[in-house]
């Protein structure tokens, strides 16, 4: 993977697509599930994470495996464009729930979609409620389990300015699943 | 509640998430998990983030495709790339998410120039389009006396970009000029298509023809990004200003104020980029600029 890394840095337009094809199911994945919906607006915003990719790698240091970096870009991105596509989708025709894929229709039920709709909402209101840096250390660490050091080394900050970032990440989260019976019951909390 | 400990088990945390912790190292986090309400809240979070469908469906592997053959054409017209001088990752991986993301990034580390406009000869869009046709239907929003430009010129001009604009109806005086929200539209198209100067010319012309509309924020701040892609510095500074002047509070002015930052950068002005980099650290502290506009000004201020 290395040896690709260097050749798309040389500008290798075969290996840029070979390593975009092999680092493209996960940075989609990231990339749907920080922005919490469905809308072909996900098309722009994973672009705009494998541009980022292709840009930063010749800043790569090889600290982390290709695949962990490549998630990162696409986290940041997605964190990046939510306050964007959020007002976009507040009068855009391509609103999120209007652009389900074919085949939601015919695999969950209507309470099951619900259900799955509210755990969705859910986690878009949680990322916006923190703030955008707290938000960010929550995602990379607690869902994609990077660790703090790495999260650090990444962001050029002191391991304890993101332990901090983490802390109050969780603290706003606790407080908010406390007071929040509603979500309580979507997180399962207790149970 | 639980008495909270002092510290919480980050590295198992960590470690559980990527599947790799051993028996032993499971009962400790399992054992920190009994006391910690503050990781059992980041449990439930991951729980959260997991099943939340991420739609994956079997046309990703066209469409991964299709963007993966898009990107590598563009990053080959590029050419090599050369690693930045003076940013580490954090701030590469920052900037280049930052306002309509990533090749915000690649614009600053020298992405080719379509232009060689410099500040001086780049008046702001608007002075260049052409004056409102008094014929053309009137806009649903209210015309900007200051700017007044619209209509079918508008329309004629950026003809082209979607079937709508390329049918005869529509590039005659006499149709009825697209609404906000078609501009709009057709912007993303031209900007998904990478065909940046017509979603550049779209946005603004959006913003001209319906300044009040919920759509010219977001144009605006678009164009002042695209702009600066396009290496028309003076423009895209003129548009982040713009918005900056009418909406000092608004959902966008932190990439607003990074957008004017980054351009400072790419006319190597110093002071006014160390300006801009204060001013949106004093007004957004915890953005996500943060962290590059940090790095960024301790490089300056050295």
């Known amino acids: ?40 607006e996900i098309e722009d915003v994973a ?47 391509d609103a999120p729930d209007q652009a389900e894929p074919e085949g939601v229709a015919t695999g969950p039920s209507p309470a099951e979609a619900l ?19 707290q938000a960010e250390v929550l995602v990379l660490h607690v869902a994609l389990g990077f660790t703090v050091d790495e999260i650090a080394g990444a962001a050029g900050r002191p391991a304890e300015t ?7 990440a969780k603290q706003a989260l606790r407080d908010r699943i406390q007071a929040s019976p509603e979500l309580s019951e979507i997180l399962e909390v207790g149970r | 509640m639980s008495a909270q400990p002092s510290r919480c088990r980050e590295d198992l945390f960590a470690r559980s998430r990527r599947g790799q912790l051993s028996a032993v190292e499971q009962r400790a986090l399992d054992a920190h998990l009994a006391v910690c309400d503050l990781c059992r809240a980041a449990g439930a979070f991951a729980a959260l983030y997991d099943a939340v469908p991420d739609h994956a469906s079997a046309a990703d592997d066209v469409l991964i495709a299709r963007l ?9 017209a590029v050419g090599p790339r050369r690693r930045p001088r003076a940013l580490a990752i954090a701030a590469g991986v920052a900037l280049l998410v930052a306002a309509g993301g990533a090749a915000a990034w690649v614009s600053v580390h020298g992405f080719p120039s379509r232009s060689d406009e410099s500040p001086a000869a780049a008046p702001p869009r608007e002075t260049q389009r052409p004056r409102a046709v008094a014929e053309v239907a009137p806009a649903p929003a209210p015309p900007n006396e200051e700017k007044p430009a619209t209509g079918a010129r508008v329309a004629t001009r950026h003809a082209g970009v979607s079937e709508r604009a390329r049918s005869p109806r529509t590039s005659l005086a006499t149709a009825a000029a697209p609404t906000a929200a078609e501009l709009f539209a057709d912007a993303n198209a031209a900007r998904r298509a990478l065909d940046l100067k017509k979603a550049t010319d779209l946005y603004l012309a959006l913003d001209v023809q319906f300044p009040e509309s919920a759509e010219a924020p977001v144009a605006l701040v678009s164009a002042g990004d695209l702009l600066s892609r396009l ?20 959902p966008l002015a932190p990439e607003a104020l990074f957008g004017r930052a980054r351009t400072f950068r790419q006319l190597a002005h110093r002071e006014d980029e160390i300006d801009a980099w204060r001013r949106l650290l004093r007004a957004f502290p915890g953005s996500v600029y943060e962290s590059a506009g940090r790095q960024r000004l301790g490089e300056l201020l050295r």
């Open chain 1, 115 to 133: 259900f799955l709709r509210g755990r969705r909402d859910a986690l878009q209101a949680l990322l916006d409620e923190l703030p955008a840096n």
């Open chain 1, 1 to 40: 993977m290395v040896a690709l890394v260097r050749r798309v840095v040389a500008g290798d337009r075969k290996a840029t697509r070979s390593l975009l094809a092999a680092v493209g199911p996960a940075m989609l994945r990231a990339v749907r599930k920080v922005l919490a919906r469905s809308t072909h």
């Open chain 1, 162 to 168: 993101i332990r901090s970032r983490l802390r109050l």
């Open chain 2, 68 to 76: 993966a053959d898009r990107v590598a054409g563009r990053a080959a």
């Open chain 2, 231 to 250: 290496g028309k510095s003076a423009a895209a500074l003129h548009a982040f200003d713009r918005y900056l002047n009418r909406w000092p509070d608004g």
């Open chain 1, 47 to 93: 672009q705009e994470a494998m541009e980022a990719l292709v840009a930063a790698l010749p800043s790569f240091r090889g600290e982390c495996p290709v695949l962990h970096f490549a998630r990162r870009v696409a986290v940041l991105t997605a964190l990046a464009n939510r306050r964007r596509l959020d007002l976009r989708a507040q009068w855009a025709a």
